[in-house]
C-alpha cells in the first residue's frame, strides 16, 4: 500500500507513519512536489499521478468532488481516497481515526476496483461515496 497525503493533511501525520509497517510506504504531496511550479502540485495533476501509481489518497479536501475537473480526473486516472470527514479536527483525532482503521485502509486498498471514494470520520464510521 502507498498512502500519498494531500496538502490539506500537514506533513506531522505522514511523517509518524513512514516506516510504521513493512511494505506500506507514505508520500505527501510537499515532499513528492517540492517545486512549487511543478504542475502536478495542482490537484488535477497528482490525482493523475495518484491514479497511475495506485497510491491511495488521504485528504481532508471533500471539496474536491464538487470541482468538475478534479471530479473528473477522480474517474479518469481511477484514483482510490479516502476523506477525513469530520470538519475541523485535531492532527491527533486524525491520526487515532487512521490508526484504528488501518487494516481496513489496507483492505480497500487491495481489495476496491477503483475510483472509489469513502469518508472516514473521527469516531471511526465509514462511508463510501458514489461517484
Known sequence: MILFF???MGVAIPKFLRGAEEGVDVL???ARFPNETDPRRQDVGWLEEAGRNRWLVISCN???LDVVFERQAVLEHRVGI???ASGKIGRLVMMRAI???WDWLKAVDSTEPRPFVHYL???GVTRQIGL
Open 6 to 8: 494531500d496538502e490539506d
Open 28 to 30: 505527501w504531496l510537499r
Open 62 to 64: 471533500k471539496s474536491m
Open 82 to 84: 479516502v476523506f477525513l
Open 99 to 101: 490508526l484504528n482503521k
Open 121 to 123: 470520520y473521527a469516531r
